[in-house]
Nanobody, 122 residues
Framework: QVRLVESGGGLVQAGGSLRLSCAAS????????MGWFRQAPGKEREFVAA????????YYGDSVKGRFTMSRDNAKNTVYLQMNVLKPEDTAVYYC???????????????WGQGTQVTVSS
């Protein structure tokens, strides 16, 4: 059974940075596309970033392009999301997920973590 555990969330002031991690256990996910999504209260789940199995291709949501960077370390079975120049509108629960296809659609992701809260104060 695959388990994804996010960490690194917290409270930060606008303009600050956070680095999220997502560690997988149960089996290797080195052949999976990995994604980050977020969900704010009262809003739908939103695509944030995705990375191909090799790490050679990355995809970003329009609202985070140029500020967030996703990476992965397959040897550690871990993916990361470096978040810079954070804004209050980035406040949400952030989830990592695994998919067999390169996609930004949450419906194609079948393993999900429990989420980590990111709060950006103004």
């Amino acid at each position: 059974q695959v388990r994804l555990v996010e960490s690194g969330g917290g409270l930060v002031q606008a303009g600050g940075s956070l680095r999220l991690s997502c560690a997988a256990s149960g089996r290797t996910l080195s052949s999976n596309t990995m994604g980050w999504f977020r969900q704010a209260p009262g809003k739908e789940r939103e695509f944030v970033a995705a990375i191909s199995w090799s790490g050679g291709r990355t995809y970003y949501g329009d609202s985070v392009k140029g500020r967030f960077t996703m990476s992965r370390d397959n040897a550690k079975n871990t993916v990361y999301l470096q978040m810079n120049v954070l804004k209050p509108e980035d406040t949400a629960v952030y989830y990592c997920a695994a998919s067999l296809v390169e996609t930004t659609s949450p419906h194609a992701y079948y393993y999900w973590g429990q989420g980590t809260q990111v709060t950006v104060s103004s």
